[in-house]
């Protein structure tokens, strides 16, 4: 199959290019960071004229569309331009997919819902706290207004190595590797998503051509603080330096739902790759990074 991935260097794109690329055509698509891997093409997502034309002339047989502004607080600082990317942009993408009859994958994300509730289910009601939620949702319903073969794979603090990009455990290790202190939140619930095992998801949906929502993100619901301890754990790191907060004492600008966790029993039925735990996780993602080079690069 022929694939367009867009945010192909991103911290999910980087590894679904990578894998994709083994036995199929990847166009990789980006703004401002090349890709490392497939045919790199740029595809600036505010540029509506040149989604369409990228699609018509790569014509792929699948498009992953990851492509988004992601920063929580960014996008609350900068409103037009997170709904210009993650709602407007997405309502070309649809309309171009549908148009040329192509399948249409959209990585959406747990902030859709307020977090007043817990392990949400494709069919619970999104109400989302944050511009970049709501931004988010608008792509949601672009994709399923003007899409005609689709689905929205939803996933929850995706980890993983990236060459540049700091995700959860990454970003703790390097700081208590240098000896800092590192304040993480006991009241902010999800389901962290180790993205090798959220890529082979993405991959098991193209290849079924699953049409609708569904939850693909790690099986294990737990706090940022537990998790935080599974992974000064698994890497051995200095506990003193592990400082329990709450979300009150963060100075986040952007309000984050207190438990977003994602019910994904309807991945686990009908997908081949299943969604994993985050001990699991954990334990592929130690093997993962040379211990080695634990302080260099992950
Ligand atoms: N990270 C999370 O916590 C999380 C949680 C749930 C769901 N998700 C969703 O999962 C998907 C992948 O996320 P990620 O963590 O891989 O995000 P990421 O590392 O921030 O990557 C996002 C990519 O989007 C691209 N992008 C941003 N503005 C663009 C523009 N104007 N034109 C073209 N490309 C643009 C960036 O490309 P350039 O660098 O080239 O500008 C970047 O590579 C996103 O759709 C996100 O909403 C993420």
């Known amino acids: ?11 999910v794109g980087n590894q679904l290019v990578k894998d994709l690329s083994n036995s199929h055509d990847v166009f990789s698509c980006y703004n401002q960071s090349q890709p490392e891997s497939g045919t790199p093409l740029k595809m600036d997502l505010q540029n509506h004229e040149m ?46 997919c549908s148009k040329l009859d192509k399948f249409l994958i959209y990585v959406s994300t747990d902030y859709v819902f307020d977090g007043n509730s817990s392990m949400y289910r494709e069919s619970d009601v999104p109400n989302p706290l944050s511009i970049y939620g709501k931004s ?46 590192v304040n993480i939140v006991t009241d902010q619930i999800t389901s962290p998503t180790y993205v090798p095992n959220l890529c082979q998801m993405l991959m098991d949906i193209s290849e079924k051509k699953i049409n609708g ?5 790690g099986v294990t619901s737990i706090s940022r603080y537990k998790m935080a301890e599974l ?20 100075n986040w600008i952007a ?13 686990n039925s009908i997908l081949d790759k299943k969604p994993q735990s985050i001990e699991h996780s954990l334990n592929q993602f130690f093997d993962e990074i040379d211990s080695n080079d634990i302080n260099n690069n992950y």
Not at 154 to 171: A, D, I, M, V
Not at 213 to 217: N, P
């Open 1 to 11: 199959m022929k694939f367009l991935v867009t945010g192909a260097a991103g911290l």
């Open 51 to 96: 989604i369409s034309n990228v699609l018509l002339e790569t014509e792929p047989d699948v498009v992953i569309h990851l492509g988004a502004m992601t920063g929580v607080d960014s996008c609350e600082k900068e409103e037009s331009m997170a709904f210009d990317i993650n709602t407007n942009a997405t309502q070309v993408v649809a309309q171009q």
């Open 136 to 181: 988010k949702l608008g792509g949601e319903k672009m994709v399923q207004e003007f899409s005609s073969n689709w689905c929205i794979a939803r996933t929850s603090t995706p980890f993983g190595s990236h060459p540049t990009k700091k995700s959860f455990p990454t970003w703790i290790i390097e700081n208590v590797k240098q000896k800092k202190q």
């Open 213 to 217: 929502i569904i939850h693909t993100s």
């Open 231 to 250: 992974i000064f754990e698994k890497f051995n790191l200095d506990k003193t330096l592990l400082k329990a907060v709450s979300s009150d004492e963060m």
């Open 255 to 267: 309000k984050r739902p207190k438990n977003s966790s994602l019910d994904t029993t309807l991945a």
